[in-house]
């Protein structure tokens, strides 16, 4: 089944065709470009879904949609919907990174918990819809480490973990995120599809 994932995010792609191997999955790149919604919604779910299905409506192709980020206890849950632009610069890893850890400065390591939130939307081109979410928990860090991954990889440790996202291989990282849990109970709805 050829799957549409709603993303310029090569990096994205690439971890959704490493968890679902059985899909073709191309991303926003490789159709034809189409008017796109403005992620407005308050939460991870509406915007998963406003993106979802604007690629189901435009291209005529399952689409996935994911909207994910960082909820910071100590700050109510925020970056939450805005963590690719907490900066005020929409995609600014290391920005959104610095301003996380100077907002964090003064609060102890007990209280500095959070966890990765993911919601990923299914649209059919049919209309029908699902939602699922994921969550990885885990304690933000006072000091980057490690090189893979993205975004806040590299100052979040998971629990039961003493290493960052950011020093975990891809398969290891994918066994536990957020997105990983997310796009598995997506990948068995869509298993369970009539094929047309």
């Known amino acids: 089944m050829r799957l549409l994932l709603a993303s310029r995010n090569a990096k994205k792609i690439t971890e959704l065709r490493r968890i679902m191997t059985d899909l073709d999955i191309v991303g926003l790149d490789d159709v ?6 403005v992620e407005s919604g308050l939460t ?25 980020g960082l909820a910071v206890d100590a700050l109510n849950g925020m970056p939450g919907v805005f963590s690719a632009r907490w900066s ?5 890893d290391l920005a959104n990174l610095q301003l996380l850890l100077g907002q964090l400065g003064d609060v102890p390591d007990e209280y500095r918990a959070g966890g990765f939130v993911c919601a990923a939307a299914l649209v059919l081109p049919s209309g029908e819809e699902h939602v699922v979410l994921g969550e990885m928990r885990g304690t933000i860090i006072r000091e980057p480490r490690g090189t893979g991954g993205f975004g806040y990889d590299p100052i979040f440790v998971p629990d ?7 020093e975990l291989t ?3 990282k994918d066994a536990i995120s957020h997105r990983g849990q997310a796009f598995r109970e997506l990948a068995t709805l869509i298993a369970d599809l009539p094929q047309t």
Not at 88 to 92: A, K, L
Not at 160 to 166: I, L
Request: charged fraction near 25%; glycine fraction near 10%.
């Open 44 to 68: 991870f779910e509406e915007n998963a879904l406003l993106k979802a299905r604007d690629g189901a409506r435009a291209s005529g192709l399952p689409c996935v949609a994911d909207d994910s």
């Open 88 to 92: 005020g610069r929409h995609g600014d």
């Open 32 to 37: 034809p470009a189409f008017p796109e919604t």
């Open 160 to 166: 039961g973990y003493d290493v960052t996202s950011a």
């Open 170 to 172: 891809p398969a290891a």
